[in-house]
């Protein structure tokens, strides 16, 4: 059972960047989907984006697309997700998700597999 360790959050001014990691054990990140959600305050966890096992099916949400790019170094098992442009409404936990195989799928519940979050604070 694969298990992930969210690292990288922190507080940052809007307009700045972060880089979050996500690093696994117990498995092999290749053979899994990886992605990136997020839940502000209040609100339902939100996806943000996806990368295949072989690196390609990335997809993101609209409101990322431009502005964040996940990738992944197999050879360190990790995955990461660059975040730039940063806006006061990404404030959220930020939670790395894996399901085996190739899945294209947005959906929270089709991930079996979660880190603990990490927190990034975008101020105005």
């Known amino acids: 059972q694969v298990q992930l360790v969210e690292s990288g959050g922190g507080l940052v001014q809007a307009g700045g960047s972060l880089r979050l990691s996500c690093a696994a054990s117990?498995?092999?990140?290749?053979?899994?989907?990886m992605g990136w959600f997020r839940q502000a305050p209040g609100k339902v966890r939100e996806f943000v984006a996806r990368?295949?096992?072989?690196?390609?099916?990335?997809y993101y949400a609209d409101s990322v697309a431009g502005r964040f790019t996940i990738s992944r170094d197999n050879a360190k098992n990790t995955v990461y997700l660059q975040m730039n442009s940063l806006k006061p409404e990404d404030t959220a936990v930020y939670y790395c998700?894996?399901?085996?195989?190739?899945?294209?799928?947005?959906?929270?519940?089709?991930?079996?597999?979660w880190g603990q979050g990490t927190q990034v604070t975008v101020s105005s």
């Open positions: 990368m295949s096992k072989n690196g390609g099916g990335t």
């Open positions: 117990g498995g092999t990140l290749s053979s899994y989907t």
């Open positions: 998700a894996a399901v085996l195989g190739s899945r294209f799928t947005t959906q929270v519940r089709q991930y079996d597999y």
